[in-house]
């Protein structure tokens, strides 16, 4: 059994998509272990996203974060930090495949209503950093 961290994003939470993404998780065979809602600060925002200083989209991602709530979820799967990337698809829903979270509700390459961690290492930090 593995851990891993998903965020239903601000986009995802204004549409009132929170119970569709948790009943995607669930019928996938993830099971939720930890969950909340949290409105995020700029600080948090950009703490999270400190792997992207100095790209050219981080100031409009934190302004988008903390547009609205978000919903953190520590999620447990066999192999689930893999299966769950799967599942969401592609970052840009354009590119995202069919069947994909991120190809059914996202609505652009910014808003694209969650996010998964991409590493055993970086789950156990984004984890810790909800969580703990
Ligand atoms: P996430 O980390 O949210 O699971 P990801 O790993 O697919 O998404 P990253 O490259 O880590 O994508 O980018 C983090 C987030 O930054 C993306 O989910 C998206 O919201 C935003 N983002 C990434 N690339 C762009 C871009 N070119 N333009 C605008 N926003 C972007
Ligand atoms: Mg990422």
Do not use: W
């Not at 909340?36 to 999270?48: K, N, P």
């Not at 100095?54 to 520590?74: A, N």
Request: aromatic share 6%; with cysteine; glycine share 4%.
């Amino acid at each position: 059994m593995e851990r891993t961290l998903l965020i239903i994003k601000p986009d995802a939470t204004e549409r009132n998509l929170i119970g569709h993404i948790v009943y995607r998780l669930e019928r996938a065979g993830f099971r939720v272990v930890n969950m909340r809602m949290e409105q995020l600060t700029e600080v948090r925002a950009r703490e999270f996203y400190a792997v992207h200083e100095g790209k050219p989209f981080l100031d409009s991602l934190v302004s988008f974060m903390v547009s609205g709530p978000v919903v953190p979820m520590e999620l447990e799967r066999e192999n689930a930090i893999s299966s769950l990337r799967e599942l969401i698809g592609a970052t840009n829903p354009k590119d995202a495949a069919c069947g994909t979270i991120r190809q059914e509700i996202a609505r652009d390459i910014e808003k694209n209503s969650v996010h998964a961690s991409d590493s055993p290492e970086n789950a156990k930090k984004e984890i810790a950093f909800f969580f703990e």
